[in-house]
């Protein structure tokens, strides 16, 4: 006679075994469910209701590679906002932050034509080799080229440029009259001014004592000298007590530590968008707006919007020294970056330019 305990046992093993099955499909399903919302999450964040076209533009001194950000929708041809970077090794999308940008322009009709600058993400030469003057021919050569495109209206073409754009934009502006708007993201007007009001926030903000702040502002002085002098970059190093500029840095300093967009803008007939955040510790946004005011010949070419808790670029000033968060949010809330309010202004100030609703 069977053993029943036998059967009993082996009787149960399939059983058991459906149940250890189960268990681990509902602990992959804990682990594989959060996972793939969140990867849905991150896509939905990040896709943008514009379409991308690489682009190569004939530029004064070698080609320019870049992208056109074209409106999903609509029906073109479409204006065309033309975007000019600030300082450093930028490339066409400025490691996205430009993208919520662009689809708020592509919103109001508008496409966005960036590039890498020279010598950055395989782009041939090199920016620090670059004059302001420099950067305003390649802006315009920019614009030249966008008049070869049959899906965009020459006469909708804005500018929008942040902090040192501020001295490209507005020689470029001075200089043409097939431009519609400028949009200056805290631009500053005297690099000199500049450069002493973003070293003194610097201090500040190290919590320097007196006796720094003034070691600070001889060592900058004696630069400033032996820019005036020309001075070899072997000079350079044989006389500062600090941590020096590489060659090339010191090469575009001297090139543009004179630059000032006050004559510039007295020239300038079209209207003009000043975004200024408060919390900007690398320009005198004060100044900027003063100057503005009173440098451009009429007051009604001027709206400035100012931004609380918002920094140097319009980026929420809590995100500012908390890197985690702001990488968090790059990734899971890009258009959350921006201060409240930015992305819809920047929208709305464009879209008053479209001639084809009137």
């Given amino acids: 006679m069977p053993d029943d305990r036998t059967n009993a046992s082996i009787a149960t093993k399939p059983a058991a075994t459906q149940r250890k099955h189960r268990r681990t499909k509902i602990i992959l399903a804990s682990i594989l469910v959060p996972i793939l919302i969140i990867a849905g999450w991150v896509v939905v964040e990040n896709d943008y209701a514009i379409t991308e076209q690489h682009v190569t533009i004939p530029g004064p001194d070698q080609p320019l590679q870049g992208f056109l950000a074209l409106p999903r929708t609509g029906h073109g041809p479409f204006g065309l906002v033309v975007f000019v970077h600030g300082d450093g090794p930028i490339d066409a999308t400025h490691d996205t932050f430009y993208r919520p940008i662009w689809e708020a322009f592509a919103r109001a009709g508008y496409a966005s034509l960036s590039w890498d600058k020279p010598g950055v993400d395989g782009a041939q030469g090199n920016w620090l080799h670059q004059s302001m003057s420099d950067r305003a021919a390649e802006t315009a050569a920019a614009i030249d080229w966008s008049r070869t495109r049959t899906d965009l209206d020459p006469r909708r073409t804005g500018l929008w440029g942040a902090s040192q754009a501020g001295w490209v934009i507005p020689e470029v502006a001075a200089r043409r009259s097939d431009l519609r708007f400028l949009i200056l993201v805290a631009p500053a007007l005297n690099w000199l001014r500049q450069g002493e009001?973003?070293?003194?926030?610097?201090?500040?903000?190290?919590?320097?004592?007196?006796?720094?702040?003034?070691?600070?502002?001889?060592?900058?002085?004696?630069?400033?000298?032996?820019?005036?002098?020309?001075?070899?970059?072997?000079?350079?190093?044989?006389?500062?007590?600090?941590?020096?500029?590489?060659?090339?840095?010191?090469?575009?300093?001297?090139?543009?530590?004179?630059?000032?967009?006050?004559?510039?803008?007295?020239?300038?007939?079209?209207?003009?968008?000043?975004?200024?955040?408060?919390?900007?510790?690398?320009?005198?946004?004060?100044?900027?707006?003063?100057?503005?005011?009173?440098?451009?010949?009429?007051?009604?070419?001027?709206?400035?919007?100012?931004?609380?808790?918002?920094?140097?670029?319009?980026?929420?000033?809590?995100?500012?020294?908390?890197?985690?968060?702001?990488?968090?949010?790059?990734?899971?809330?890009?258009?959350?970056?921006?201060?409240?309010?930015?992305?819809?202004?920047?929208?709305?100030?464009?879209?008053?330019?479209?001639?084809?609703?009137?």
């Fill in 197 to 358: 009001f973003d070293l003194r926030a610097e201090l500040r903000e190290n919590h320097a004592s007196d006796a720094e702040v003034a070691v600070a502002l001889r060592r900058r002085a004696t630069v400033l000298q032996l820019l005036r002098e020309n001075a070899t970059y072997e000079r350079y190093l044989s006389t500062i007590d600090d941590t020096p500029m590489p060659p090339d840095r010191w090469d575009f300093v001297g090139r543009n530590y004179t630059a000032d967009a006050s004559e510039a803008l007295t020239r300038v007939r079209i209207p003009v968008l000043l975004a200024l955040g408060d919390h900007d510790s690398h320009v005198d946004v004060a100044e900027t707006a003063r100057g503005y005011r009173d440098l451009l010949p009429q007051p009604q070419q001027l709206t400035i919007a100012e931004y609380t808790n918002a920094t140097h670029g319009l980026v929420r000033t809590e995100l500012d020294n908390d890197g985690p968060r702001a990488f968090l949010t790059a990734v899971f809330a890009p258009r959350s970056l921006f201060a409240p309010g930015f992305l819809a202004d920047q929208r709305e100030y464009a879209a008053q330019f479209d001639d084809s609703h009137r």
